[in-house]
């Protein structure tokens, strides 16, 4: 089969691999239909997040099951299915407590796609076939009627949009009308899905980039958009905030808006190691900082249940034929999916 490799920033190519077989009666195999770039994808292949040469890629996509082993009874052969880009065993102590990220039965950060972070690297999904160790405990059906372009993220960006402002549903509707608002501070797709989930749940969101085309979609999903680098300072503090862009001084501004006891997601990965925070601040106000990498798995019933349906097809920004990834996943600045029939 071919798989799509990252040979250096800015150059892809497609090179062959030996075809995935079962080997155990838990396993299936499947076909990607649809693949999306992650943001982290987008930041490899412009040479801002340096990586090794020569791992495949791709880890958020809609596939169909082409072989199941004799123990699997969640799917069938020819069912189209999300494929979660972290790797679980659905059984473990950590799996069955909802950190499927975090998966007990194989090495730490066990995913797809990015093989020179993964304890366990599982391939990539721009590939003719790719293997699933635990069928019945990772596959998640694609709803009826479900845009496989629209899904193809919810492997991983959606679920790590939803999770800033989704699990905080009920904190958010016990308050009074006018104290229900949720804040994104946005940067390529997470802070768009963050959005959309809020929009879902029906709760006010302002959503803060510079981007253009980014503002354009948000306002598009139905947020409130401000051009702004920064939350402003003066602006009545919010419940839920949601902080994507990985920049340690627009973090500090975001939990300085977050009120007290309320939550901030951040969804950043910070290279540089150590970041300021604001502790008197958050210490005094009880303002409870999230960080962390999503429990995609675990996540996704929620999520697809949530936003499945919803129009969150507008945060894609390009849809390209399968055969032309090489030259067109280096050059992508936002949401790109990729698609076969």
Request: charged residues 20%; proline residues 8%; contains cysteine.
């Amino acid at each position: 089969m071919q798989q799509l490799m990252f040979e250096a920033a800015g150059s892809y190519a497609w090179r062959e691999a030996p075809d995935p077989e079962l080997s155990d009666p838990k396993q299936a195999i499947v076909r990607p239909l649809a693949v999306a770039c992650c943001d982290l994808d987008v930041a490899v292949a412009q040479g801002r997040l340096p990586m090794p040469s020569w791992h495949a890629v791709g880890h958020e996509g809609v596939a169909e099951v082409v072989a199941i082993g004799d123990d699997v009874r969640a799917v069938s052969v020819g069912d189209r299915v999300v494929v979660p880009f972290q790797i679980s065993c659905g059984h473990c102590a950590a799996c069955v407590r909802g950190v499927t990220g975090s998966c007990a039965s194989l090495p730490l950060m066990a995913m797809y796609g990015m093989a020179p972070l993964a304890g366990f690297d599982g391939g990539g999904f721009m590939a003719d076939l790719v293997l699933v160790p635990y069928a019945d405990a990772m596959l998640v059906a694609v709803p009826d009627g479900a845009d496989p372009v629209a899904v193809a993220s919810m492997s991983d960006n959606v679920p790590d949009g939803w999770r800033g402002v989704g699990p905080y549903r009920r904190e958010l509707e016990a308050l009074p009308p006018g104290d229900r608002r949720v804040l994104v501070l946005g940067r390529l797709s997470i802070g768009l899905y963050a959005a959309a989930t809020a929009v879902a749940l029906g709760v006010p969101v302002d959503y803060v980039d510079t981007d253009p085309n980014r503002l354009a979609v948000a306002e598009k999903l139905g947020a409130t958009v401000h051009d702004r680098d920064k939350p402003d300072k003066s602006a009545k503090p919010y419940p839920v905030t949601v902080h994507t862009t990985a920049d340690p001084a627009v973090l500090a501004a975001t939990l300085r808006v977050t009120w007290p006891d309320g939550v901030c997601t951040d969804t950043g990965i910070y290279a540089e190691g150590a970041v300021s925070l604001p502790m008197l601040s958050m210490y005094t106000r009880g303002v409870r900082l999230v960080t962390g990498r999503v429990n995609a798995r675990a996540a996704l019933p929620d999520v697809l249940d949530l936003l499945a349906g919803q129009a969150i097809s507008s945060v894609v920004e390009r849809v390209v034929p399968w055969e032309e990834a090489p030259s067109a996943w280096p050059a992508m600045t936002g949401k790109t999916v990729f698609t076969r029939a």
